[in-house]
Nanobody, 128 residues
Framework: QLQLVESGGGSVQAGGTLRLSCAISGPPSTAYCLAWFRQVPGKEREGVAAINAVTYITYYADPVKGRFTISRDLDATKYMLYLQMNSVNPEDAAMYYC???????????????????WGQGAQVTVSS
């Protein structure tokens, strides 16, 4: 069983930067695929970025390519997932969720059903 806790959400000005973090506790072997999703009221949760923790292959949704960077950090004391958000625009405002699953590929990383574990969410607001 994994537990995921997001942090780093908040308010940012358009054009600014923000870094989201997700602390993961539990056996890393059950979380070879890590991802960030976002959701705004009235819309479906959408995949933003994902990383295969073994191959380091990354996937990005088109609207964030070149602006967002997903990364992970695993050592003896911590397992962290990050989302570096640069050149933020108002369309990036949403609740952001980190998610973990056993594995993911290019054809399924965007699907919420790929991930068994979810964090509680971190709100990102963007002011213009």
């Amino acid at each position: 069983q994994l537990q995921l806790v997001e942090s780093g959400g908040g308010s940012v000005q358009a054009g600014g930067t923000l870094r989201l973090s997700c602390a993961i506790s539990g056996p890393p072997s059950t979380a070879y695929c890590l991802a960030w999703f976002r959701q705004v009221p009235g819309k479906e949760r959408e995949g933003v970025a994902a990383i295969n923790a073994v191959t380091y292959i990354t996937y990005y949704a088109d609207p964030v390519k070149g602006r967002f960077t997903i990364s992970r950090d695993l050592d003896a004391t911590k397992y962290m997932l990050y989302l570096q958000m640069n050149s933020v625009n108002p369309e990036d405002a949403a609740m952001y969720y980190c998610a973990a699953g056993r594995n993911c590929y290019s054809e399924d990383w965007r699907s919420a059903s790929t991930y068994a574990f979810w964090g509680q969410g971190a709100q990102v607001t963007v002011s213009s």
